[in-house]
């Protein structure tokens, strides 16, 4: 269930470079018509980014990318370490993985925050992991590079 529950997160996490690959419009759109700013394209193309390295298991590049002390919540509720998330990344595989509604809020010159909402299949059947989800994630500038610190997936309907 451990397991199952990371899956989950890694699902939340992973996967908008998929839509990406397939529909990049959609990927990089915000609800409204206005144009992105150069921040927002920088962070929505980062979490594209951790959702291609997820389906190619790049751990490397999740290493990179996730803080020291980033931490998630899943979408049962329960938290889970950076260690855990990158130990799970292996056995993640995702057919579906369809992000919407994307938004940036700048915090301040160093910490935004990106939502979304998405729609998430795995390959194997998971009666565990929610098909809708409100993905929240915080990431922080740290010398020149955004890192994520947090994110949490909450089941929608």
């Excluded at 979408?75 to 260690?83: L, V």
């Excluded at 855990?84 to 579906?96: K, N």
């Excluded at 929610?130 to 994630?137: A, E, F, G, L, V």
Aim: aromatic letters at 8%; one cysteine or more; glycine letters at 4%.
């Amino acid at each position: 269930m451990k397991s199952a529950l990371t899956i989950c997160l890694l699902a939340a996490v992973f996967g908008a470079s998929f839509l990406a690959l397939q529909e990049p419009s959609h990927a990089a759109v915000p609800s409204s018509s206005k144009a992105l700013s150069p921040l927002a394209e920088q962070l929505i193309a980062l979490e594209n980014q951790l959702a291609d390295a997820q389906k190619k298991h790049d751990r490397d590049f999740w290493s990179r990318t996730l803080t020291a002390d980033f931490f998630s919540i899943g979408a049962d509720g329960k938290a889970h370490s950076r260690e855990e998330i990158l130990g799970d990344l292996p056995s993640t595989e995702l057919a579906e993985y369809r992000p919407y509604d994307m938004q940036v809020v700048p915090l301040n010159d160093g910490a935004a925050v990106v939502t979304y909402d998405v729609i998430i299949r795995m390959v194997h059947y998971d009666d565990e992991t929610p098909r809708y989800q409100r993905i929240s994630s915080i990431w922080v500038k740290q010398g020149s590079d955004w890192k994520l610190k947090f994110q949490q997936a909450t089941a929608a309907r």
